[in-house]
């Protein structure tokens, strides 16, 4: 369509009064609402974010990330055997697909590879500050902004910033944390853990114990059985871990190493994209369905992953040690052919006793058994609490620390937290960690974002703070929904929390449910404060975005004659 102008430059209307009260701009102006957004974080949530505000008009962000490089989790775990457990083509942002992958689960230096090579291509790294730990946030009610604090990790140099906007998108699985065991400190043999893996440790020869039996523990078992001298795994609770790479999938080889044929049917739209790419996300999406409770998907499943690791275990006593008797999915569904062939290895033997103390040489467990150890290796996890790692001070005064210290985190759509205004957050709690597809999840909650940064610039808003009731009536839903599926299950798991049993971590649906939720923010749920006193101020001097562009002002003809209907 021809742009129609009216002779007299971009705008029908003369440039009004330069001191009119209302303001002398269109409306819908961005550039009346200049807004600073501060990030924490540089991982998959961080980068998709950045990429996000990246093309707003009127919209600067920088990105604090305590370590020395991009990736987050990708960056940071690098024990032995670290990898995707989800297909590595179901493990990348929608926008930027990677037909490169090694294997269908990717080690963890590749996909750390991907989130840089990401970065780079978007040109992120210059708004990214490395090395540079936040370490408090404090809404400053009276200017409306939050002002934060850094520390620069290698300086130890503090400084301060200010940011309309406070985005924590620092992940839920980054703060490691040792298990609580009586005389772990006592061991005098190198103790290490996963999450912060010391290579120069050699393990080779060893007699290694391994404590933890989840995803992580599933990955490095096999690792270390190919260099212990003797292996012993800790198992306080079973998992499920699969022969197969994915429920339900009976491929011919595991974790198969992909050709250049099958890379080069990865760039094919015609045959790799559907046949492959939207296939795993298909089949990760409708997994959903047998996440609820006693439903026939989730007793089909369930028996399905019984025969399967029963097949795959010979011993019937190590099959009664690690087929786990909940539902399929209450704790995390892990692939693990290889993991499944350790453990019935000569070298490695399973413990389901449970650990009552570690000595200087070893591990002590409730039978009276000694296990001397020359090295420990603690796959046990993370806090997953939600707490934040330093303080977040909001309304009134509140530090989200206490908040969440106190009682069970609450959030608003795993996005928002009421209290504290203008602070957003990316995988909060009940967020959809284990529900589906996740990356487009994360692409999801960043355009969320973008859609509230864009209304509170259009509509000259200075504050959005979730409404408390709004935000108590969606967790006492959540909870209500959860007691049908099976992360509220008969099992121990992260996602749930310990002394309540509330499912903390997990989304109360699929994956794609949760798009559609976050899909168009519900303004309605928001305590709204303007910039005015007069929240209609952002109408401005009474000139459209299309006139001030000069756009089509016949926009809502169609370009030819309509026919009458
Ligand atoms: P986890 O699932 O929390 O497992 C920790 C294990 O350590 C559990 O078996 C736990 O037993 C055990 N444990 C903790 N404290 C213990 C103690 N004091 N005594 C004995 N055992 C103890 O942690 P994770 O395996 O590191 O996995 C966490 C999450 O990371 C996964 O669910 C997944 O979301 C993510 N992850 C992802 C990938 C990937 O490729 N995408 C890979 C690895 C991990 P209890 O269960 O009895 O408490």
């Not at 990736?71 to 024990?79: A, C, I, L, V």
């Not at 992958?101 to 780079?120: C, L, N, Q, R």
């Not at 306080?236 to 011919?252: D, K, M, N, Q």
């Not at 006593?317 to 019935?344: N, S």
Request: charged fraction near 20%; proline fraction near 6%; hydrophobic fraction near 35%.
């Amino acid at each position: 369509m021809e742009r129609l102008t009216n002779g007299l430059g971009n705008s029908f209307l003369p440039s009004g009064p330069k001191k009119a009260p209302y303001g002398n701009h269109p409306i819908h102006e961005s550039s009346t609402r200049p807004l600073h957004v501060v990030i924490v974080g540089a991982g998959p949530s961080g980068i998709a974010l950045s990429i996000q505000l990246k093309s707003m008009p009127h919209v600067t962000y920088q990105v604090f990330e305590k370590n020395a490089d991009v990736g987050g989790t990708w960056f940071e775990n690098r024990y032995p055997g670290a990898a995707c457990d989800v297909a590595s083509h179901a493990y990348q942002y929608t926008f930027a697909p990677n037909p490169n992958w090694s294997h269908h689960f990717a080690p963890a230096e590749e996909i750390g590879e991907y989130f840089k090579t990401v970065a780079a291509r978007y040109e992120l790294y210059d708004r990214i500050k490395f090395n540079a730990e936040v370490t408090r946030a404090e809404w400053d009610e009276e200017l409306g902004r939050w002002a934060v604090a850094i520390r620069d990790s290698e300086s130890g140099a503090s400084s301060q910033t200010h940011g309309d906007i406070f985005i924590n998108a620092g992940g839920i699985l980054n703060a490691w944390k040792w298990p609580e065991i009586p005389g772990l400190r006592a061991f005098t043999g190198p103790c290490l853990h996963t999450a912060s893996w010391d290579p120069s440790v050699d393990l080779q020869g060893k007699r290694i114990g391994v404590i933890g039996s989840g995803a992580t523990g599933a990955q490095l078992v096999p690792q270390m059985q190919k260099i212990g001298q003797s292996v012993t795994v800790f198992v306080r609770s079973p998992s499920y871990i699969l022969p197969h790479v994915g429920f339900g999938i009976e491929a011919s080889s595991y974790n198969e190493k992909y050709s250049e044929i099958q890379k080069q049917g990865f760039r094919d739209d015609a045959i790799g994209y559907k046949r492959f790419r939207k296939a795993i996300e298909q089949q990760m999406n409708e997994n959903f369905r047998a996440s609820i409770k006693g439903s026939v998907a989730q007793q089909e499943a369930r028996s399905w992953a019984e025969k399967s690791m029963r097949e795959a275990i010979i011993s019937p006593e190590l099959q009664h040690k690690l087929i786990p008797d909940w539902e399929l999915g209450c704790r995390r569904i892990t692939p693990g052919r290889p993991y499944l062939e350790a453990v019935q290895e000569l070298n490695v033997e399973i413990e389901r006793s449970p650990i009552d103390r570690i000595t200087e040489s070893g591990i002590h467990t409730s039978d009276g058994v000694i296990h001397e150890l020359d090295a420990i290796v603690c796959a046990t996890g993370f806090d997953t609490s939600f707490r934040p790692r330093y303080p977040i001070i909001g309304r009134n005064r509140v530090d989200l620390r206490d908040l969440w210290g106190a009682q069970t985190p609450e959030a608003y759509l795993g996005l928002a937290v009421s209290g504290f205004p203008n602070y957003f957050t990316v995988l909060g709690p009940n967020c959809p960690i284990a529900n589906g597809s996740l990356i487009p999840c994360i692409e999801w909650s960043a355009k969320y974002i973008g859609q509230v940064l864009q209304k509170m610039q259009a509509c000259q808003i200075r504050t959005v703070d979730a409404k408390c009731d709004m935000q108590n009536f969606l967790n006492e839903y959540m909870q209500t929904v959860h007691r049908d599926l099976v992360w509220s299950g008969n099992c121990v798991s992260w996602y749930k929390e310990r002394k309540t049993g509330k499912v903390t971590a997990v989304w109360p649906g699929s994956s794609i449910h949760y798009m559609e939720a976050i899909e168009v923010p519900r303004w309605e749920d928001f305590d709204i404060g303007y910039c005015h006193r007069n929240p209609f101020m952002f109408l401005g001097r009474g000139e459209s975005q299309r006139e001030a562009k000069g756009e089509d002002l016949t926009f809502y003809l169609p370009d030819g004659p309509a026919a009458w209907k």
